[in-house]
Nanobody, 125 residues
Framework: QVQLVESGGGLVQTGDSLRLSCAASGRTLSNYHMGWFRQAPGKEREFVAAISRSGGSTRFADSVKGRFTIARNNADNTVYLQMNSLKPGDTAVYYC??????????????????WGQGTQVTVSS
């Protein structure tokens, strides 16, 4: 089992940037596809961004394309989500997820096996 802990959330203004971190323990992250999902109040959890275990493929939700970047640092066993030009619509709890699923679909929540507890991101007008 891999344990995931998100950090870096906070309260920012529209147009600001944040970098979220997902630190893993128990297993090396190099074996896992990694994704970021978010859940706003009253809404279901939705896909945000993902990176393949090799780092060679990335995916982004249409709502964040051009603003968010995902990266992984295997030396630190950490995955990052760089969020730029933040909008109030980005306000949500952001979750890190991991998967070793051999039939992986990076954008599919159902394919991820392990989840962190989330970190709150609030973007004010």
């Amino acid at each position: 089992q891999v344990q995931l802990v998100e950090s870096g959330g906070g309260l920012v203004q529209t147009g600001d940037s944040l970098r979220l971190s997902c630190a893993a323990s128990g297993r090396t992250l190099s074996n896992y596809h990694m994704g970021w999902f978010r859940q706003a109040p009253g809404k279901e959890r939705e896909f945000v961004a993902a990176i393949s275990r090799s780092g060679g493929s990335t995916r982004f939700a249409d709502s964040v394309k051009g603003r968010f970047t995902i990266a992984r640092n295997n030396a630190d066993n950490t995955v990052y989500l760089q969020m730029n030009s933040l909008k109030p619509g980005d306000t949500a709890v952001y979750y890190c997820a991991a998967s070793v699923n051999p039939l992986m679909i990076l954008t599919s929540e159902a394919r991820y096996e392990y989840w962190g507890q989330g970190t709150q991101v609030t973007v004010s007008s």
